[in-house]
């Protein structure tokens, strides 16, 4: 399942690929990728993941990276 998220408050492009690289650790994640230019996450996951739990973890992982960072469903 294709999912899209708005990324709010990242720094660089630096810090977007580590956020990306983060992210891809995720168990459910099949593929990801942090666009810095237009602050999105473009995200394919696994149709059974926990969708509510996965975003929990996919913000976990981003604030590790970028603490004041936002991510919102768009």
């Known amino acids: 399942m294709k999912k899209t ?5 990242i720094d660089c492009a630096n810090c977007a690929a580590k956020v ?3 992210i891809s650790k995720l168990d459910g994640v099949e593929s990801v990728r942090v666009v810095f230019l ?8 696994d ?5 509510d739990n996965l975003l929990k973890q996919i913000e976990k992982a981003a604030k590790k990276v ?3 960072c936002e991510i919102t469903e768009k």
Do not use: C, G, M, R
């Open 5 to 9: 998220l708005k990324f709010t408050e």
């Open 20 to 22: 990306e690289k983060n």
């Open 38 to 45: 237009t602050q999105k996450i473009i995200l394919e996951v």
């Open 66 to 68: 970028e603490p004041d």
């Open 47 to 51: 149709e059974t993941a926990d969708w």
